[in-house]
């Protein structure tokens, strides 16, 4: 596969005043746009902004001013007005706003709105990125011409895939995004990869749409993920102070402790669904590291609350597969779902499923015309598989993109900025390794890394926290022995190295006593 990158510097020269900064690269793989943006919150939007403008403004008058507004500034306002007396945003989220419509500006894009007689601004902005949680009040005002916000979701995991070679029991994730296939949003698939320059903060990669912030479809470097599927129960009665549901994934991914408990896990996704208040009946599918017992959970949302559902709970599908459509299973009895009936049925055929086997599987069961994203995911290895729609199919019918997580987090080569590359090596000696050996990684900036070795079922084998390393070459010493001093048997181990800024994977093959 072969990147092309697209020359910015005298467009960059042209199009912004003397000492301007883009903190950010765009390149195309396969027809599909991927920008890598860094620096803090403002600097990430701006550079969305400057770089996406007009497929920005595109998404926010095609689309959701024409399409989900129905051509009308008295809908739109209503929806606005109701917007702004009810929700609540985090400032860096508004501050990220602000930039991208700045960034808008100085690229030479018009933010006047003809519809609405008056210039666009970051609210408006924030109230795209609030489709998923206004489209019921929006259903209800357009009486009947109801948005397509679908999609489903398939998580196969130990002895379901024990017998793929590659997987050996570890977990595999295929996501379909079914939306209305507006053109705009056909057009226009993006892929955005954050490097936060906030300490607080990791890197986060966004399956997503023009001047959509929050995560719809979302994995961070970490290896943990989350796919928002939408619900089917949006009653409620506290309808103040609420939040827009896709900000609020995006921080659960994006913090590096949300919930301040110096732990990595679930809990810290939990907690920002349960910690606020929500106006639509969403449903995340989520994927919290590769820890021990760390499964897969679907969490079920809406204005009464979260719950949170495993697959021991109820679902249908045989042990080891988690799956969701757009019908609440645990919070209220489970609706009939023909896509979660057909899951039903074909697991119920044969549960053990291969690579080659999970996303036909799931496109047969759930695929809809409506298809606009299927994304692929297997932590262990990293590989991201990705297909958009096309004006003639739906997502599910093309060619996969083939992506990894270790190339999707490479901090792109900037002049402007090169101090916040992640700078990341990562070796071993010897491998083949037997009875231990040395890990040799190399820091090109001071940074509090982390270093996991995990075998091929996705199981942490161990772990070292050395705490902060000055920039330059380090060495780790490994005696072969797991988290409990047991030898490692032999096999193929993953190595990943971490930091704020990014990771690195690399292979490790240990010959067992």
Request: aromatic share 8%; with cysteine.
């Amino acid at each position: 596969m072969k990147y092309l990158l697209i020359l910015l510097s005298l467009l960059l020269v042209a199009a912004f005043p003397l000492g301007a900064q883009v903190n950010g690269v765009l390149t195309e793989v396969e027809g599909k746009t991927i920008l890598k943006v860094w620096g803090d919150h403002y600097e990430r939007g701006y550079a969305q902004g400057s770089l996406l403008g007009s497929r920005i403004l595109n998404i926010m008058d095609e689309y959701f001013y024409h399409s989900v507004c129905g051509n009308s500034s008295q809908t739109y306002n209503y929806i606005l007005n109701y917007y702004n007396a009810r929700f609540v945003v985090n400032t860096s989220y508004t501050t990220e706003a602000t930039g991208v419509m700045e960034g808008i500006a100085a690229a030479g894009n018009s933010l006047w709105h003809n519809g609405l007689n008056r210039n666009l601004n970051a609210t408006d902005l924030l109230l795209v990125n609030a489709i998923v949680d206004l489209s019921p009040l929006r259903n209800d005002i357009m009486d009947g011409e109801d948005l397509e916000l679908g999609c489903s979701s398939l998580s196969s995991w130990g002895d379901a895939t024990l017998d793929d070679p590659v997987l050996q029991g570890s977990l595999i994730h295929t996501r379909m995004l079914d939306w209305s296939p507006h053109a705009t949003l056909v057009a226009n698939p993006l892929l955005v990869v954050h490097f936060p320059s906030e300490t607080t903060e990791q890197a986060w990669a966004s399956f997503t749409y023009p001047g959509l912030l929050g995560a719809l479809s979302a994995i961070n470097f970490h290896g943990s993920a989350a796919f928002l599927n939408m619900g089917n129960s949006h009653g409620g009665s506290n309808f103040a102070g609420m939040n827009p549901i896709l900000l609020t994934i995006r921080e659960a991914l994006e913090k590096q402790d949300y919930n301040g408990d110096n732990l990595f896990n679930r809990q810290d996704m939990q907690d920002a669904l349960t910690g606020n208040v929500f106006r639509a009946g969403t449903i995340i599918h989520t994927i919290w590291d590769q820890n021990p017992g760390e499964e897969p959970v679907v969490f079920e949302c809406n204005n009464y609350g979260t719950w949170a559902r495993t697959q021991n709970d109820v679902s249908g599908l045989p042990h080891d597969h988690l799956g969701a459509t757009n019908h609440f299973r645990l919070m209220i009895d489970p609706a009939y779902c023909y896509r979660y009936a057909n899951l039903i049925t074909a697991l119920a055929a044969d549960s053990l499923l291969t690579i080659a086997e999970h996303r036909p599987l799931l496109s047969t069961a759930a695929g809809v015309g409506t298809n606009l994203m299927t994304i692929q995911f297997i932590p262990i290895t990293g590989q991201v598989s990705w297909s958009t729609a096309t004006p003639e199919n739906p997502a599910y019918l093309e060619a996969e993109t083939i992506l990894n997580t270790s190339q999707i987090f490479t901090f792109p080569t900037s002049n402007q900025d090169s101090q916040l590359s992640p700078g990341l090596s990562l070796s071993s000696y010897p491998n083949p390794m037997r009875n231990g050996g040395s890990i040799l990684l190399k820091l090109e900036e001071n940074a509090n890394p982390s270093l996991e070795i995990y075998n091929l079922r996705g199981q942490l084998i161990r772990s070292f926290r050395p705490g902060i390393m000055e920039r330059g070459d380090h060495e780790i010493s490994w005696d072969g022995r797991d988290q409990n001093g047991q030898p490692a048997a032999s096999g193929i181990y993953l190595l990943k190295l971490s930091t704020p800024r990014g990771s690195i994977s690399r292979r490790l093959l240990v010959i067992g006593e």
